[in-house]
């Protein structure tokens, strides 16, 4: 039987158990949306950017925080909570019961967030089968009233064609634009949880493979944004070179392969290129000089 637990995944029940990470170099959108739900009213927060900017690690890092107590003062204690739109997207009179004794225990219970990434698959005018159900049109008139505390994510293009129009509800929210970073501060960031990495895959990252991973990724991958899009070169380069390392150790044979090789004992920028070259379809340079970085750096 569904019930209203099942429509949401616990966030803060990830940090409790360690499987969060901090938004590094997100300082300022998270102040920006601590000082939005600590107000009195209007305390809908909407994050707009594009795919890759890390909206969601800012919502995690923002469970994470209340968790470890760095919230208190402002919020006290909170329970962080994502609606799982592929649940409801299923349809039928089971879910849109949970879902109406979901808004019901919100609404009741002021202490608990709801996180809706892709919230214009739900309320946008033109959003399909969620914006045309029920769950619109329970969520809709709970969030303009204010009676829920909600943080709701999309992207600039959805936002301007689906949320902005209409006036009422976007007074519900306050926007926070979270731009792309800069190449310097992707690498700065993935400095940072280099060691996350490194760690889920057994394997070392050199300083120059992340700045592979952050110059290639910008320079040739363009349905993302950093930090996002060099974060995932790495991790599929860390990936790669695992695998390489693997056949080396229990199939020598492969290695005959120069595919696999193993150029260095850690992951190179080779690597980081042919990952991204499997994810673009076409082979690219071999990459870029340590004076490009250093200008890059000096910027």
């Not at 300082?27 to 009195?40: G, K």
């Not at 995690?60 to 994502?82: C, D, I, P, S």
């Not at 959805?158 to 009422?168: F, I, K, S």
């Not at 380069?237 to 150790?249: F, G, I, Q």
Request: aromatic share 4%; with cysteine; charged share 30%.
């Amino acid at each position: 039987m569904l019930n209203q637990e099942s429509l949401i995944e616990d966030i803060t029940r990830r940090a409790h158990d360690g499987l969060l990470s901090e938004a590094h170099g997100r300082a300022r959108e998270t102040y920006a949306i601590l000082e939005v739900l600590s107000r009195r009213s209007r305390k809908n927060v909407l994050l707009v950017g594009y795919t890759g900017v890390g909206k969601r690690r800012i919502v995690e890092g923002l469970a994470l925080a209340g968790m470890q107590g760095e919230t208190e003062g402002l919020l006290g204690e909170f329970r962080l909570v994502e609606l799982n739109l592929a649940l409801l997207a299923q349809g039928g009179s089971d879910h849109e019961k949970a879902l109406s004794s979901l808004v019901k225990h919100l609404r009741q219970t002021r202490d608990i967030m709801l996180f809706i990434p892709d919230i214009d698959l739900i309320l946008g005018p033109d959003s399909g089968e969620l914006g045309e159900s029920s769950v619109a049109t329970l969520l809709r008139p709970t969030l303009i009233r204010g009676d829920i505390t909600c943080i709701g994510a999309t992207t600039p293009a959805r936002y301007r064609n689906t949320l902005e129009p209409d006036t009422t509800l976007r007074k519900a929210f306050e926007v926070i634009r979270v731009e792309p970073m800069t190449e310097a501060q992707a690498y700065d960031v993935i400095t940072v949880i280099r060691p996350e990495i490194e760690a889920h895959h057994d394997v070392l990252i050199a300083d120059e493979t992340v700045r592979a991973a952050v110059v290639l990724s910008e320079r040739y991958i363009k349905h993302s944004f950093l930090p996002g899009k060099a974060i995932d070169v790495l991790d599929r380069a860390s990936s790669r070179y695992r695998l390489k390392k693997l056949a080396k150790d229990r199939k020598p044979e492969l290695v005959d392969d120069a595919s696999l090789i193993l150029l260095k004992d850690r992951v190179s920028p080779h690597d980081v290129r042919k990952s991204i070259e499997n994810v673009v379809g076409f082979e690219i340079r071999a990459g870029y000089t340590q004076e490009y970085w250093e200008e890059l750096s000096a910027a």
